[in-house]
Nanobody, 115 residues
Framework: QVQLVESGGGLVQPGGSLRLSCAAS????????MSWYRQAPGKERELVAT????????YYADSVKGRFTISRDNAQNTLYLQMSSLKPEDTAVYYC????????WGQGTQVTVSS
């Protein structure tokens, strides 16, 4: 079955960096658009970044542009999110998403930015 497993979250100080990973299985990863979303406490889930199936087209939310980098390794069936210059407002649960016929979600990984 389709499975997405996020990892790499944690507690980091403002200005710090983290790299999230999403291991995908159960579908042909290289065929599909992949995205990162996040959901902060009391807020709706929001799109952070999207990458096309071969990485030629990338979108970033304005709030993370210039600080976050989405990438993928189709040989390893893995999606990444490199996050730099982190701010307290980046605190959220981060989710991996696969744009399948029925969209698939991971369980999420917590990112907390605090001093």
């Amino acid at each position: 079955q389709v499975q997405l497993v996020e990892s790499g979250g944690g507690l980091v100080q403002p200005g710090g960096s983290l790299r999230l990973s999403c291991a995908a299985s159960g579908f042909t990863f290289r065929w599909y658009v992949m995205s990162w979303y996040r959901q902060a406490p009391g807020k709706e889930r929001e799109l952070v970044a999207t990458i096309s199936n071969v990485g030629g087209s990338i979108y970033y939310a304005d709030s993370v542009k210039g600080r976050f980098t989405i990438s993928r390794d189709n040989a390893q069936n893995t999606l990444y999110l490199q996050m730099s210059s982190l701010k307290p407002e980046d605190t959220a649960v981060y989710y991996c998403n696969a744009r399948l016929t029925v969209p698939a979600w991971g369980q999420g990984t917590q990112v907390t930015v605090s001093s």
